[in-house]
């Protein structure tokens, strides 16, 4: 019956809108598992912080369940691509994860650091954006995100495009 409610689930989304719009509700476990499920599993006994990061795990597994759906030929991640279209002109379509994905107008995707989505939960669409390689990256996260709006930076990894 779960395995039912997620395909319906991933469904919906995949029909909605293919970047999680900012109006579109953040996958949680809380809708993937009944409460049992949460209790039998050990998900209701993490932390807030582990539950936060098993939450963005899924929404971002759930993107790229929706982007091979939808036909890419590929459920990996893209991150560790390049991205052509660095520089500016650009500007914010939609966000979701709470400033934790954020979809350009090119239809790129980009995973947000967990410390600057404190900033990027706070950006709005069409606020202007500039890419640029990081001249400090962590890890996947290569490109810095710069709000030339406001000047507030975020640390960003390529998700691939729409």
Not at 31 to 39: D, I, P, Q, Y
Not at 63 to 90: C, D, L, N, Q
Not at 139 to 153: A, E, Q
Request: charged share 20%.
């Amino acid at each position: 019956m779960k395995s039912r409610t997620l395909c319906s689930g991933l469904l919906g989304i995949a029909l909605a809108s293919s970047a999680f719009a900012q109006s579109a509700p953040v996958m949680t476990m809380d809708t993937v598992m009944t409460g049992a499920e949460l209790r039998t599993t050990g998900v209701d006994s993490l932390t807030p912080v582990q539950r936060a990061a098993l939450d963005r795990w899924l929404t971002e597994y759930t993107v790229k369940v929706v982007r091979f759906a939808e036909g890419s030929g590929t459920a990996t991640s893209s991150s560790s691509g390049s991205y052509a279209g660095s520089g500016g002109g650009h500007w914010i379509k939609s966000k979701a994860d709470n400033g934790g994905i954020i979809v350009l107008e090119d239809g790129s995707m980009w995973g947000i650091n967990s410390i600057d989505r404190i900033d990027t939960s706070l950006w709005l669409p069409i606020s202007n954006v500039t890419i640029l390689k990081a001249s400090s990256p962590v890890g996947d996260y290569k490109y810095m995100l710069i709000n030339t709006d406001d000047g507030v930076k975020a640390l960003a990894k390529y998700l691939g495009k729409q």
